[in-house]
């Protein structure tokens, strides 16, 4: 079983940067793949980056590709999420996801992949 607890949304202006952490209980956080998604109010959940078990290995949605920054540190057992050059569309609920396996396949941004998922934090992106 893994617990995930995310911190550091707020609310910011247009062009404003937040990073987000994603804090994991167990020792064993290095072998589950990670993923963030983000849910805004009367939308589906949607996918925002994944990150293998290693680090190694990482992708995408091309909505925030050369803007948002995916990583890890196993040994702190906590997942991060760079967000710079914030635009309003951006304004979600963003959770972190785990997946039982380290490799992200090619079904990352399924939300079924993912096994274990945090609360959420608020992000909001004013213009």
């Known amino acids: 079983q893994v617990q995930l607890v995310e911190s550091g949304g707020g609310s910011v202006q247009t062009g404003g940067s937040l990073r987000l952490s994603c804090a994991a209980s167990?020792?064993?956080?290095?072998?589950?793949?990670m993923a963030w998604f983000r849910q805004a109010p009367g939308k589906e959940r949607e996918f925002v980056t994944a990150?293998?078990?290693?680090?190694?290995?990482?992708y995408s949605a091309d909505s925030v590709k050369g803007r948002f920054t995916v990583s890890r540190d196993n040994a702190k057992n906590t997942l991060y999420l760079q967000m710079n050059s914030l635009k309003p569309e951006d304004t979600a609920v963003y959770l972190c996801?785990?997946?039982?396996?380290?490799?992200?396949?090619?079904?990352?941004?399924?939300?079924?992949?993912?096994?274990?998922w945090g609360q959420g934090t608020q992000v909001t992106v004013s213009s």
């Open positions: 996801a785990a997946d039982r396996f380290s490799t992200l396949g090619t079904n990352y941004a399924y939300t079924g992949k993912y096994d274990y």
């Open positions: 167990g020792r064993t956080f290095g072998v589950y793949a």
């Open positions: 990150i293998s078990g290693s680090g190694g290995i990482t």
